[in-house]
């Protein structure tokens, strides 16, 4: 390994691109047969121009960030994440194209009738991609490793541990039956177990790499990790061995094109098959182009302005208040997200359950804004800019960040609040937001479980504001809200969660620690010849059934 590339010894025989930016000329060289072969673009030039691809052995995905780590209890980004469903297989997972969890690695599960105990049969046969055999014992050290400080093998970055904090332990009954006892009743528990960073991992790779797992992760997806050129590339491979239907194209190629020109340009030449984080002005273009189609699915996802309630000013709900009156959301939603979203009322996305519509929220109102704002004492202009964090390209819940910041800007300069755009990358943005550097942010989340608990524990609990990773970014703490989450996570009767989730917004609406701003849907545009491909509610893709249409 030398540099920023990792490569596998499969990777080194014979992978190797030859790109140009500018042009977008992308040749691949992947082996075939035991030989290299050339397997990128048959140049064949339509009526306009246009140049297709016309290869079944690869997909590539132009995407407009990379991912920032491979190791699933690292992530928490959705181009890790999304890397993680690839290559990782979990319990259960989440049926294609809805947030219900079914069998994946285990088979069946039971649960003790006081909610505490669960019992998982797993999959027999079942192999990781270096050949090791999945059984019980892989279940435990992968929640091991992330729940018992002491593991050799935990990590300090381990983003999700909270997530998984009430299990008591996980036991090895035989090698193919495993069980979880927990502190409590917890209604989440399942669906938890069917996010990412539930993965299980393969030991054998996690001993030898040890914190370098996150550059060669092996798990029993149906694609095997090949490369990932940093800033440039992650390749994976069918996984032949696969326990369920084989991924039909054998090569999968994230490629990392930040600028949306250039991936629509990828996307219209046959560089790229499919492109995420479309840009709303191409939208039109895709919807008129015969070659190219649209890919949309309602999705879980939340976009927001976070108020981080522990700087001053935004300590006082009043400033946070008129903010809230400030901002022309409606206008966002119609201008910037070109009318792909709704308007956010609450931090609950509508398609998922428990979603109140009917919240008290703060209309468009500047003359209200300028009265919160003389009321908390401040009649004029205040003397620092507020700085608002927002990310350097584009992302699932935010399409053009840059555009956002700007209306953001201009609607609070208006009532005499001046803003600092703040534009970090990523991996940055993340950390300057876990270490509160940031007066606003431009955020957003994504449901990953389809449960209320995965928004409002995660991102308003109280809990979640200490520690190396906070994910409430708002530093928001309330007491009696963290009694009412509580409280919804032991209980099971879903109509007594509603009723202490209803509750819970209408606290956090109250408080203001955030500005709503839209529920985006998600949008990927694709070859014509694609077919197969699977938008999850989460935003995230499944890949394993996309194929070129002959």
């Known amino acids: 390994m030398t540099g920023a590339t990792v490569r596998s010894d499969r990777a080194r025989a014979g992978l190797g691109k030859v790109r140009?930016?500018?042009?977008?000329?992308?040749?691949?060289?992947?082996?075939?047969?035991?030989?290299?072969?050339?397997?990128?673009?048959?140049?064949?030039?339509?009526?306009?121009?246009?140049?297709?691809?016309?290869?079944?052995?690869?997909?590539?995905?132009?995407?407009?960030?990379?991912?920032?780590?491979?190791?699933?209890?690292?992530a928490s980004d959705i181009e890790s994440l999304e890397v993680a469903e690839q290559v990782f297989g979990r319990l259960v997972r989440f049926a294609a194209g809805r947030l219900e969890p079914e069998p994946d690695l285990a088979t069946r599960w039971s649960v003790s009738p006081d909610g505490m105990v669960w019992t998982f049969d797993l999959r027999p046969h079942v192999s990781f991609h270096d050949g090791t055999p999945f059984d019980a014992d892989a279940v435990v050290f992968s929640f091991e490793r992330q729940i018992v400080?002491?593991?050799?093998?935990?990590?300090?970055?381990?983003?999700?541990?909270?997530?998984?904090?009430?299990?008591?332990?996980?036991?090895?009954?035989?090698p193919l039956r495993v069980q979880f006892q927990i502190d409590r009743p917890y209604a989440p528990f399942l669906a938890n177990l069917a996010i990412?960073?539930?993965?299980?991992?393969?030991?054998?790779?996690?001993r030898k790499w040890g914190p370098k797992f996150g550059r060669h992760p092996v798990g029993t997806g149906p694609y095997r990790f090949l490369e990932w050129i940093p800033g440039d590339r992650i390749t994976l491979e069918r996984f032949?061995?696969?326990?369920?239907?084989?991924?039909?194209?054998?090569?999968l190629?994230?490629?990392?094109?930040?600028?949306?020109?250039?991936?629509?340009?990828?996307?219209?030449?046959?560089?790229?098959?499919?492109?995420?984080?479309?840009?709303?002005?191409?939208?039109?273009?895709?919807?008129?182009?015969?070659?190219?189609?649209l890919v949309s699915a309602p999705s879980a996802l939340v976009a927001y302005?976070?108020?981080?309630?522990?700087?001053?000013?935004?300590?006082?709900?009043?400033?946070?208040?008129?903010?809230?009156?400030?901002?022309?959301?409606?206008?966002l939603v119609r201008y910037v997200y070109q009318g792909l979203a709704t308007v956010a009322v609450g931090p609950l996305p509508p398609n998922v359950w428990s979603a109140r519509g009917d919240l008290v929220t703060f209309a468009?109102?500047?003359?209200?804004?300028?009265?919160?704002?003389?009321e908390a004492g401040f009649s004029g202009a205040i003397a620092r800019p507020l700085k608002l964090y927002v990310p350097s390209v584009p992302r699932q819940y935010v399409p053009a960040p840059d555009r956002v910041a700007s209306v953001v800007r201009s609607c609070l300069g208006e009532v005499g609040l001046p803003i600092e755009i703040v534009t970090r990358e990523p991996g940055e943005l993340q950390r300057a937001l876990w270490a509160g550097e940031h007066d606003l942010a431009l955020a957003g989340w994504f449901g990953a479980n389809g449960d209320p608990d995965n928004f409002l524990y995660n991102l308003l609990d109280s809990d979640n504001t200490t520690g190396g990773h906070p994910s409430n970014i708002s530093f928001y703490s309330n007491a009696w809200f963290h009694d009412i989450i509580g409280m919804a996570q032991r209980v099971t009767d879903r109509t007594e969660r509603e009723r202490l989730y209803s509750q819970a917004q209408a606290m956090v609406a109250n408080d203001a620690p955030w500005v709503p701003l839209a529920h985006p849907m998600v949008m990927f545009a694709t070859r014509s010849a694609i077919r197969g491909l699977v938008v999850q509610p989460s935003a995230m893709a499944l890949y394993r059934s996309v194929e070129h249409a002959r």
């Open 20 to 74: 140009s930016v500018m042009g977008l000329t992308v040749a691949w060289l992947l082996p075939c047969a035991g030989a290299l072969a050339i397997a990128g673009m048959l140049m064949a030039c339509g009526p306009r121009g246009n140049v297709q691809q016309q290869h079944d052995d690869r997909l590539v995905v132009a995407r407009a960030s990379d991912a920032t780590n491979l190791d699933p209890a690292r």
């Open 196 to 206: 990412g960073p539930a993965a299980i991992v393969s030991p054998t790779a996690v």
């Open 364 to 374: 468009f109102d500047p003359e209200r804004a300028r009265t919160l704002l003389a």
């Open 240 to 251: 032949d061995d696969y326990w369920d239907q084989a991924a039909r194209i054998r090569y």
């Open 253 to 293: 190629v994230l490629l990392m094109l930040p600028d949306a020109r250039q991936r629509m340009q990828a996307l219209e030449s046959g560089a790229a098959d499919i492109i995420q984080q479309l840009a709303p002005d191409d939208i039109p273009l895709v919807r008129l182009d015969p070659d190219l189609r």
């Open 305 to 331: 302005l976070a108020l981080n309630t522990q700087r001053r000013p935004l300590d006082d709900p009043r400033i946070r208040q008129a903010i809230a009156h400030a901002i022309r959301r409606d206008d």
């Open 149 to 174: 400080v002491d593991h050799p093998f935990h990590e300090l970055d381990f983003v999700w541990a909270r997530s998984y904090q009430n299990i008591k332990q996980v036991k090895a009954l035989s």
